[in-house]
T-cell receptor, first 113, second 112 residues
């Protein structure tokens, strides 16, 4: 089966600019996750969708981050405006259901200048 | 602090040796999962062990779970250079919702 696809692979922007990431999960996976992984740390959950509804966004900085999952398939994560501390790898994952093994994309490495 | 915390933070061994990584957590869990992450790549799921299971095997991997001590261990036997990666435990909480929390990881380096 095809894996989780993410784009772009790398992105460099200046602070206060905006950026968007795209994720295409594995077909049939109801649950989709966005994680932020800072160098040397474990992934931190930003938002979790079940189909096209939000299950958990308690750690999403909602003043600057937004995410949507249209039609319960693809998802986009946006940052506007970006801060230096947003430099990280943004990982998308999907699973058949909640508490099931997650399949990860290779992430987008974001650098803020 | 994080729900799941791995120990040690880093481990360096010779090829052929066994590698043991530990994970401790704080609250009741539904299951515990171990993942591997190679440099510059996404995480890959290794094993899921449910709260009512005590041990699970997959190839050269052996995972144990002690819910009374709120801890788990991942053993990699006969390690290979290709096992060099970061290993994370992830706890699926049993709080009425469904939330998986990752620890900070153990960085394993296997010398050829």
């Amino acid at each position: 089966e095809a894996g989780v696809a993410q784009s772009p692979r790398y992105k460099i922007i200046e602070k206060r600019q905006s950026v968007a990431f795209w994720c295409n999960p594995i077909s049939g996976h109801a649950t989709l996750y966005w994680y932020q992984q800072i160098l040397g740390q474990g992934p931190k959950l930003l938002i979790q969708f079940q189909n096209n509804g939000v299950v958990d966004d308690s750690q999403l900085p909602k003043d600057r981050f937004s995410a949507e999952r249209l039609k319960g398939v693809d998802s986009t994560l946006k940052i506007q405006p970006a801060k230096l501390e947003d430099s990280a790898v943004y990982l998308c994952a999907s699973s058949l259901g909640q508490n099931q093994p997650q399949h990860f994309g290779d992430g987008t490495r974001l650098s803020i200048l | 602090s994080q729900q799941g915390e791995e120990d040690p933070q880093a481990l360096s061994i010779q090829e052929g040796e066994n590698a043991t990584m530990n994970c401790s957590y704080k609250t009741s869990i539904n299951n515990l999962q171990w993942y591997r992450q190679n440099s510059g790549r996404g995480l890959v799921h290794l094993i899921l062990i449910r709260s009512n299971e005590r041990e699970k095997h997959s190839g050269r991997l052996r995972v144990t779970l002690d819910t009374s001590k709120k801890s788990s261990s991942l053993l990699i036997t006969a390690s290979r250079a290709a096992d060099t990666a970061s290993y994370f435990c992830a706890t699926a909480l049993n709080t009425g919702g469904f939330k998986t929390i990752f620890g900070a990881g153990t960085r394993l380096f296997v010398k050829a």
